[in-house]
């Protein structure tokens, strides 16, 4: 059985490398601004930050949730630590604050979840909401101006390394070390195993809830560190900033095969998923389509993905039913 989700998973991925590569070729007749760095560069940053969120994400799907409140969390996590550095504490300190504000909100929505018996979609819609709220009350509805942080703390958002900008190298590192957690980590695989069959999985003597608690925790820790980057990198924090992330994030992963029925998905699918999105949206900017086409198309791409989930998880249970 394994051997064949790994099969799914290879096969999903390098059907979203192909798909990949046609938009490439077909973009490069397109438009001469395609094949340029400074175009890649600016896809490769359009999807790295975002891309942090997702890794959280795709982990809270495996394991069966679902986070609607990560837009509102990194915005939350911008604002408290924006708020903190402006009170005078060093920007580090600060960040380090609001990243663990973030996890304790995802760990609040682990504990209604597995204690109280919530769905995690109606809690994180509710916090959603809360997080909006604080970062509205703490802001009182107007952005915060951070020009005066220091360069070691901008650099996160801003600053070069050999050429290639610090964001997309953070992004790739935290990548690959949480797919080598999934792959290859004892407590990592229980999430799969809680995720495709949470009553099995509790009978094997995994404990569910903690595994469930650990993700929607993590989740919130990557949408602080999320956060804290685009704090670095505007050099500002905005009350209204992340509506609708929470589409694309879910989107990104559910495209690279993480299952709205837990139990399935990778990182790397899910950053193939992000860079799919970001390299539509760039297509679309440089091929002057409207930005309302753009949502719409967007939209599109998110219902295709969430069926083809549904249509290939009603065969595979029509599988196991015959056999």
Not at 58 to 72: E, F, H, M, N
Not at 191 to 216: D, M, P, Q
Request: net charge positive; charged share 10%.
């Amino acid at each position: 059985m394994q051997n064949r989700m790994l099969g799914i998973f290879k096969a999903r991925e390098a059907g979203l490398v192909a798909i990949i590569l046609i938009i490439c070729i077909a973009m490069s007749f397109a438009s001469p601004y395609f094949l340029t760095w400074q175009n890649f560069r600016a896809m490769l940053l359009s999807f790295s930050i975002e891309g942090i969120v997702v890794v959280g994400m795709t982990i809270l799907l495996i394991v069966g949730g679902i986070d609607l409140s990560v837009g509102s969390v990194v915005c939350l996590a911008m604002v408290i630590g924006g708020k903190l550095f402006l009170m005078g504490l060093d920007p580090w300190s600060a960040s380090l604050i609001a990243i663990l504000a973030c996890g304790f909100i995802g760990f609040l929505m682990g504990q209604c979840v597995t204690r109280i018996g919530l769905h995690f979609f109606i809690v994180s819609l509710a916090f959603m909401v809360v997080a909006r709220g604080l970062s509205l009350l703490i802001t009182k509805g107007t952005p915060q101006s951070l020009f005066t942080l220091p360069p070691s703390f901008k650099f996160i958002g801003q600053g070069d390394i050999a050429g290639m900008p610090f964001v997309i190298i953070l992004f790739f590192v935290l990548v690959v070390f949480f797919d080598l957690l999934l792959r290859h980590s004892t407590i990592f695989r229980k999430v799969y195993y809680t995720g495709s069959n949470e009553k099995a999985a509790l009978f094997s003597g995994i404990k569910t809830k903690h595994i469930k608690i650990l993700c929607a925790t993590l989740c919130g820790l990557l949408s602080g560190v999320a956060g804290v980057v685009y704090m670095a990198r505007f050099g500002a924090a905005t009350p209204q900033f992340g509506i609708g992330m929470e589409l694309s994030v879910i989107a990104a992963a559910v495209i690279g095969g993480a299952s709205l029925n837990g139990g399935s998905g990778t990182i790397f699918g899910a950053v193939l998923g992000a860079a799919l999105l970001s390299l539509v949206t760039s297509s679309l900017i440089l091929l002057d389509v409207p930005v309302y086409w753009q949502d719409i198309i967007r939209g599109l791409i998110l219902l295709v993905a969430v069926s083809a989930d549904h249509l290939l998880n009603r065969r595979k249970r029509g599988a196991s039913a015959k056999s």
